[in-house]
């Protein structure tokens, strides 16, 4: 068996992919946001992308949570059992705080 050094948090693997579509259907382990850029590896895939679009059945959502199935468009081919891995998050701005005006 392989073992691949990626930079980043695993947030989860690849289950199914639409060719037609160009969608892989993942399952999450960790949250996985729009805008986070990420690297889909595998024994025959190594690839990055920024997340563009989430969506749980067919509702756009803008973040999955984890033990979720989301579908995601992707650049390339993936397979399943390729590791979905977060290498950068876009940065949040700051909280507002509770009871302030």
């Known amino acids: 068996m392989t073992e691949f050094q ?10 199914e992919f639409r060719w037609r579509f160009m969608d892989a259907l993942i399952y999450l382990d960790m949250s996985l946001r729009v805008g986070d850029q990420v690297q889909i590896v595998g024994p025959d ?42 290498i950068s998050r876009p940065e949040e701005g700051p909280r507002p705080r509770l009871g302030s005006t």
């Open 45 to 86: 895939t190594d690839f990055r992308q920024t997340i563009r679009q989430i969506r749980v059945y067919h509702e756009k959502v803008k973040r999955g949570k984890p033990a979720q199935r989301v579908w995601v468009p992707v650049e390339e081919h993936v397979r399943p059992g390729d590791a979905v891995v977060v």
């Open 6 to 15: 990626v930079q980043g948090i695993k947030v989860g693997n690849v289950e």
